[in-house]
């Protein structure tokens, strides 16, 4: 590939990334955003996976580690 096509190729992909619209991931739950997220385990099960392995991992902690569960689900 020569550099001019490959620099037409790169300025396309950063064209369509910027010009992509919202990604409605949550879908239609109109109860806030604060609740559409705390019920999103309920709705999208594969989220509901990784509650489940911190759950599992918390469990094996001992006492002053405990520190470190609400990092990991606000990380995960």
Do not use: D
């Not at 590939?1 to 992909?13: E, F, I, V």
């Not at 997220?37 to 509901?48: A, C, R, T, W």
Request: a positive charge.
């Amino acid at each position: 590939m020569r550099a001019a096509t490959a620099r037409r190729a790169a300025a396309l992909l950063v064209a369509l990334c910027l010009a992509s619209s919202e990604a409605l991931a949550h879908g239609t739950v109109k109860a806030g955003e604060f609740y559409s997220g705390l019920v999103q385990p309920v709705f999208h099960p594969e989220s509901l996976l990784a509650v489940l392995g911190i759950l599992l991992w918390s469990t094996q902690l001992a006492g002053p580690q405990w520190y470190r569960v609400p990092l990991a689900f606000g990380t995960a």
